[in-house]
């Protein structure tokens, strides 16, 4: 796997989740593993190499589903995806599809003790921080998915002050980008940078207040 300078996303990148969408099947995958390799996986890796020192060591996720449990057996997935983690399930996030790219940053799934410390925060004097740094995420263009409860938590009273905030169970901002010619020059990498640097501050509380998954003082 190559960790030289970062060129930018080919447009063969785009391509290949364009050509997989027509034949998710494992002897397509066989005869088209290089191209990925080439194309989407060393490219990434050159990417979160070159933002390493800043935000942390970067995991790239795999390209195959785990079909285990799912009706649907196609065995790739239809985006490549780079994650740097700060605590279970909060940190940053980078994704390449036939859609273009995405940047994202943030607690994008609830685990263990996660949502119960989230919720403590909020009501014990952080909503009124958390709230400005949400707000300041959607005047600078970020869409928020906070995967938020129809209902109310419960024994959260319907007037609450901070109701909108309680009922989030994971708290992202998220970019897309159409596939355009920048995203195969070095753009990419200062639009990476860019947006996880305007997503910190979100991020690096969410890692303070929401956590590992699992609660420390059990363990042993």
């Not at 196609?74 to 605590?87: R, T, V």
């Not at 263990?112 to 009501?123: F, S």
């Not at 419960?154 to 109701?163: C, F």
Request: glycine share 8%; hydrophobic share 40%; aromatic share 10%.
């Amino acid at each position: 796997m190559t960790t030289t300078r970062f060129e930018g996303l080919p447009v063969e990148a785009f391509e290949f989740y364009d050509a997989l969408a027509a034949d998710n099947t494992r002897a397509w995958w066989k005869s088209h593993k290089s191209d990925y390799e080439q194309a989407v996986r060393d490219p990434l890796t050159a990417l979160l190499s070159e933002l390493a020192a800043e935000f942390g060591d970067a995991h790239l996720f795999r390209p195959h589903r785990d079909t285990r449990f799912s009706k649907d057996k196609s065995p790739l997935k239809d985006h490549q995806g780079g994650f740097i983690g700060l605590e279970d399930a909060v940190g940053y996030y980078v994704q390449v599809s036939a859609a273009g790219l995405m940047v994202a940053g943030g607690w994008y799934a609830p685990q263990g003790h996660q949502v119960a410390r989230y919720r403590d925060a909020v009501d014990s004097g952080h909503a009124d921080h958390l709230r400005s740094l949400v707000t300041k995420l959607e005047r600078q263009g970020w869409e928020i998915d906070g995967q938020p409860l129809k209902t109310r938590p419960r024994g959260v009273d319907a007037d609450h002050p901070n109701l909108d905030l309680l009922r989030f169970r994971a708290l992202i901002g998220l970019r897309t980008y159409a596939v355009e010619p920048w995203l195969g020059t070095r753009k990419t990498l200062t639009v990476v940078r860019n947006g996880w640097r305007q997503l910190r501050p979100l991020t690096e509380w969410l890692a303070d207040h929401v956590g590992p998954a699992a609660d420390p003082a059990l363990e042993p």
